[in-house]
């Protein structure tokens, strides 16, 4: 047989298997099995989170939580409120797959650089995709005005 037939049929076989490992094992799936660690569900994107008293609401206050990168367990991204325009928050945190653990500070890029509001939160992922949570804090309370720490229920869904 010529070795121009033989290359094109190896060629060909080539293709084909290839093709057919690619249908049967996912990169993702070659990927986990190369690092030996399980695939994290994306988080990256946009987040409505609300928030209320505790134990278990009401929910009547709101944020928006833009998750920006997600690498391994490490998180991070900025969170922003309607009612408060000219402030800006980064957040830094870590999410296993189930749990989600965010430390949130004012943002360098915020309008109003004076403000102080830290604090943390808490999540377990539900079922349903949404997280359930809690979060502390120090700043002022919306209600009074007056500054202190806080601990309130949150429930945060993907928008």
């Known amino acids: 047989m010529d070795s121009t037939i033989v290359a094109a049929l190896i060629g060909i076989a080539g293709i084909v298997i290839g093709a057919i490992l690619k249908e049967v094992l996912p990169a993702s799936r070659f990927i986990r099995f190369l690092s030996g660690k ?4 994306s988080i990256i994107g946009n987040w409505k989170s609300s928030w209320g008293r ?3 609401g009401p929910v009547k206050y709101h944020e928006l ?4 990168k997600q690498s391994g367990d490490f998180i991070r991204g ?3 409120r309607e009612e408060e325009p ?3 928050w980064e957040f830094e945190g870590r999410y296993d797959g189930q749990f989600l653990q965010l430390y949130y500070f004012p943002s360098k890029d915020a ?5 102080l509001d830290y604090g943390c939160y808490f999540f377990r ?8 949570g809690y979060s502390t804090g120090f700043g002022n309370y919306e209600e009074t005005s007056d500054e202190g720490t806080s601990t309130d229920y949150h429930e945060m869904r993907r928008i």
């Open 38 to 41: 399980p695939m994290r569900h």
């Open 54 to 56: 505790l134990p278990n």
């Open 65 to 68: 939580l833009k998750i920006t």
């Open 78 to 80: 900025t969170i922003t």
């Open 86 to 88: 000219n402030k800006l």
């Open 111 to 115: 309008m109003n650089t004076d403000f």
């Open 125 to 132: 992922r539900a079922a349903n995709g949404s997280f359930v």
